[in-house]
């Protein structure tokens, strides 16, 4: 089987990038697997939540956040953020990081409304209005 240029042209470019090639994790040692690969920290839902209003309510993660809402920066994309990182170091799995989503926006919103900061969902809808 030939391989076309343009599919060497798209490995090339993602190299380039630093993007991962398709297919590279399953080259990696099965000894040393990635954090989402194993089981997760969390499997209750409540446990979780608990988990991320402690780490939302630390004075400089609040900070941070109620900064970033304060420039634009979204309700969605922050709680995103901090689930998917979440996922990322296997605290949980994608299916509790969805549920986790709404509980986490509106733990954002309530700390904007008592900094009384105007906030806005999600920034691509401020960009559209613009």
Known sequence: ????????GFMQGNMERGKAIPGQSLTN????????EQPSEFTNSK???????ENLTVPETTS????SLSKG????D???ITLYTGFTEGKWNPDLMMLLMEPTMYMIMALAEKA??????DSEDEIEEE
């Open 64 to 67: 941070n956040i109620l900064l």
């Open 47 to 53: 446990e979780a939540m608990l988990y991320v209003f």
């Open 29 to 36: 040692s099965p000894e040393d697997p990635y954090k989402w």
């Open 116 to 121: 009384e900061i105007v906030y806005i969902m």
């Open 78 to 80: 922050i709680a995103s």
């Open 1 to 8: 089987m030939a391989v076309s240029e343009k599919a060497i």
């Open 73 to 76: 920066i979204g309700v969605i």
